[in-house]
């Protein structure tokens, strides 16, 4: 028991929180277009673009795409329409955090130059004619009161 205590305090500190063993460098995010009254635009081309990449889609759907240190920027066309733009923020996620606090500044970088130390909010909304900034810290957790500041909603600029 003695040699296996040791061992294990020692894979916790140098993996406990390395996002690259607990997550993916690609991230399944919900794209869909709306009208500036909030109805849904089908059959919409959108292409989703950051350092790591550029990805087509058609809204309605789901995209993967590579997580990255850097925003995902989306933008949208349909024709009759003005287009549709969207910054997606991108946050550190909890492993890049259990990096720097446990001491693993190796899997910190790693995590960092990978992406995987990253996520981008689930959920883009993309209001055609409208460029808007989705934080996924703005993303409501239905269990924790909102205490945030403003969503996508009343962030957006019109064109």
């Known amino acids: 028991m003695k040699t296996s205590l ?22 399944s995010v919900t794209l869909n277009t709306l009208t500036s009254n909030g109805d849904r635009v089908e059959q919409t081309r959108c292409t989703l673009k950051n350092d790591k990449g550029s990805w ?7 995209v993967m795409v590579r997580r990255s240190a850097e925003d995902l920027n989306v933008e949208c066309k349909k024709e009759g329409m003005s287009d549709g733009f969207l910054r997606a923020i991108s946050r550190s996620a909890g492993g890049m955090w259990g990096n720097i606090i446990l001491g693993g500044g190796i899997g910190a970088i790693i ?13 883009l909304p993309v209001r055609m004619g409208e460029s808007v900034t989705v934080d996924r810290r703005d993303e409501k ?3 924790a009161q909102d205490t945030t500041g403003p969503t996508a909603e009343n962030s957006s600029v019109r064109y």
Not at 56 to 62: F, K, M, S
Request: charged share 10%; with cysteine.
């Open 56 to 62: 087509t889609a058609t809204a309605p759907g789901n």
């Open 111 to 123: 995590d960092h130059n990978k992406g995987t130390g990253y996520n981008y909010p689930n959920d």
């Open 141 to 143: 957790n239905p269990n």
């Open 6 to 27: 040791p061992a294990l305090l020692l894979s916790t500190l140098l993996f406990g929180g390395c996002a690259t063993i607990t997550s993916n460098e690609m991230q």
